[in-house]
């Protein structure tokens, strides 16, 4: 069933009499002040929880989009923009990945960078740029960006709250030594901030050397400050927790996406932040929740990235999953492919997560659509939801079913509707 956020614009009266004045508070039926915008008759019994109205001044909305690129997939960014306007956040931030990229013709980035401006003037709030791994592929696409935007990191402070913008594509593979040096002196210069905000394209924490690529000086930089990072470049939804502070790592907002729904983390969404006192409460909106008065989304030209070559068909595949005779809920499962010439590096193809019941539904291409005929390896983790990593850190299955060069677990797949079923032993 699809979400639906109704957005049209009504006056609903608090009671017939109510009308807006700046009269001095007065007292409320429980004691409480009535706000000075607010004129209401109040008597002893009332027919409302209270009066205190959700208006603090420090408190403000803003909106994250998340990748567009990596394959993404026509009308989709393009429509996001007046669906954000619906919703009027105070502004709009990225975590990157606008364009495709990964080209060292001008002409191209010229024609890639106006399509997507495009887009953004249209929005009726400020829009602030991140880049991604797409936007700065290159050395040409990084001087591209200099000659048209300027700096790829920087800070502002809004009603005492640190933005923070990086570049996670730099020729070290992450935060550079220099950008770590700004981030610090921004972070000293706003030692007073009541929050910093983070953002950065790619989940710099999963990689196995942050000294290396430059996020565990980041992290002692922000050490002792209340924060939340948010990014992008998997396109998959998860949520982690570091040194006791909350990293987002978005979906997509029309990237490349299998869009297989909330439960393996792929969907088309927008992030809406509002900035609280206490720290951000985040509201993930998934695009296809969001509908004017109409119930009409306007049409646009906006293409998408038409797939090379044509995809191996696919056969109907499910299967269930057992750890000694007990269905396993929660699991990822991964096929692979050994290539003759590469025996040691099997090739992931498709994979699927396990319900309640250990059942699973094999995707390829999309949502779903099966696996090729052939043979293939298979591999089972089971995490806390599903992993397009299969990260294994925390598996609660045995190990050699988490690696393809160890697994036991062989199926074979032919035409028609397959169904396999794979136990598991200690």
Known sequence: ??????????????????????????????????????????????????????????QFQFVIT?????????????RAVHQINLLQPEFVITVGDLI????????????????????????????????????????????????????NYYHFVYKN?????LNSQTPTGGISAEQNAYAKKALDDNAGARWTLVFVHKPLWTAPDLEKNGWAEMERNLAGRKYTVFCGHVHHYRKYSRNGMNYYQLATTGGGSRMRGVEYGEFDQVAWITMRPDGPLIA???????????MQLPDTDEKGVERRGKPAPTQPFKGRVTFEGKPVAGATVRFSRVDSNAPNRPRYVADGLTGEDGTFRVTTHTAFD?????????????????????????NKLPARYADARTTPLRVTVKAGENMVELELMK
């Open 161 to 165: 709250v640190l933005f923070l913008t």
């Open 100 to 151: 495709e990229g990964y080209t060292q013709k001008q002409d191209v980035m010229e024609d890639m960078w106006k399509e997507f401006d495009g887009y953004v003037k249209q929005l009726q709030m400020p829009f602030f740029y991140v880049p991604g791994n797409h936007d700065m592929a290159n050395r040409e696409l990084l001087e591209y960006w200099g000659g048209r935007y300027g700096r």
């Open 66 to 78: 998340s990748d567009r690129t990596g394959g993404h997939r026509a009308k989709v960014f393009s």
């Open 370 to 394: 099966g696996i090729p005929v052939g043979d293939y390896k298979v591999t089972v983790v089971q995490t806390d939801g599903y992993d397009p990593s299969a990260a294994r850190k925390a």
């Open 284 to 294: 993930n909106i998934l695009l296809d929740g969001i509908y004017p008065e109409n």
């Open 1 to 58: 069933m699809k979400r639906i956020l109704l957005l049209v614009a009504v006056v609903v009266p608090v009671m017939a009499a109510a009308v807006y004045s700046r009269t001095r508070p007065t007292t409320g039926s429980a004691g409480a002040a009535v706000p000075a915008d607010l004129k209401i008759a109040v008597e002893k019994k009332n027919p409302w929880t209270g009066l205190k109205l959700n208006n603090d001044p420090d």
